[in-house]
């Protein structure tokens, strides 16, 4: 069975699942920290594209969201781990009761 490409690192993975568990506004944080973090990595890809297929997976539902998901998919491996656990920090610290 093939593996998507978050859930090859734990890390990455449990950061991916809890953010699919949060709410949008959360969600968005999120996404804008992963952006904000990675728009000075040169990466060969087109956002304008990404939309052009039946948006199926869970970040689709948002642009912001499913841009940082494509961002940190093409980040150095380093890169991805270290947002993946500060995802997981800010998450858990915005969900707790």
Excluded: G
Excluded at 19 to 25: C, I, P, Q, T
Excluded at 53 to 74: F, G, P, Q, T
């Amino acid at each position: 069975m093939k593996k998507r490409w978050y859930d090859i690192d734990p890390v990455v993975s449990r950061a991916t699942e809890m953010l699919e568990k949060s709410d949008e506004e959360l969600q968005i944080v999120c996404a804008e920290y992963v952006i904000d973090k990675l728009k000075d990595y040169d990466f060969e890809m087109s956002l304008d594209d990404q939309f052009n297929y039946i948006m199926r997976r869970w970040y689709d539902k948002n642009i912001k969201v499913s841009h940082a998901m494509e961002y940190l998919k093409l980040a150095p491996e380093e890169v991805r781990r270290e947002l993946a656990l500060d995802i997981i920090e800010h998450i858990e610290k915005n969900t707790e009761k």
